[in-house]
């Protein structure tokens, strides 16, 4: 099964996020909340910027996960590599570890005023539909990969576990930013469980409360352990705004403006408090 994972391993993340990006022929369909922006501007502008992410990250961080994770495995790093447990148990310690990491990190880009400005990027989005999930500052792109990287090695996270979770993790990344309906009740039933994009979207709001609640990626268990889950949005109803109160500019900046906007002072100055605390 390894062998084969290593072997495939470019091929399953391409079939995964064609698999992901046929919500974008269900959301364009049947979406659960108008959008706002013009829908070719928005998507041509996440797009652009995931693709940029993807380049840069290449050139300026030239280790893949799997390799390093090979690497570590050969040498043997990390802590899953100290202990003897059955490979069933390994692997989902592993999924778990890496998750609680991202988990963190998306907390630190929220509460570390240099994060926040660079995070601020997916988050000023006033629209919320499978593209927002590819919207990212390459900044954040670079230093989210260091830190896997860093997690892969510190905790010696086995090849099948780190294929299967970025893998899923391609899924996840437009599932929770899907424009689509859920019956409540589906929802209620697998957010024990998994983040879905109702509870994602809460963490989208433009209201400061929700947007420091709802971290997870991809299991909902850290939120629910930390405190910082939040069941429906502070505003009432489910058409509360998504977005940040600051960014009125409309339709959204194009990549390079987005790309330097973090550098920018004036913008920064004008947030409130919660996660939108000053930055000077």
Known sequence: ???????HDSDLRIYAFFMGSLLLLWESGFPARVLI???????SCNI???IFDIFLVRILLPVSSVGLAIHASNRGWGMLNLIDAPV?????????LLDATAYLFHVALHRIPLLWRIHAIHHCDKDFDCTTGLRFHPFEALAGF??????IAVLGIPVIAIVCFEVWAVLVG????ANIGIPSWID?????LLVTSNMHRIHHSAHPQDGMSNFGVVFSVWDRLFGTYRERSTVSGEGFPVGLPWFNIRPSLGM?????????????KEQTVGRNSPIQ
Not at 37 to 43: G, Q
């Open 88 to 96: 069933g148990l390994e692997i989902l310690l592993a999924l778990l």
């Open 174 to 177: 437009f599932y929770t930013h």
């Open 256 to 268: 390079v403006r987005l790309i330097a906007l973090p550098m920018r002072s004036a913008p920064f």
């Open 1 to 7: 099964m390894e062998t084969f994972l290593i072997a």
């Open 146 to 151: 260091g830190v896997r990287l860093g997690a």
């Open 188 to 192: 209620r039933s697998v957010r024990k």
């Open 48 to 50: 652009s910027l995931f």
């Open 37 to 43: 922006d013009p829908v070719i501007s928005r998507w």
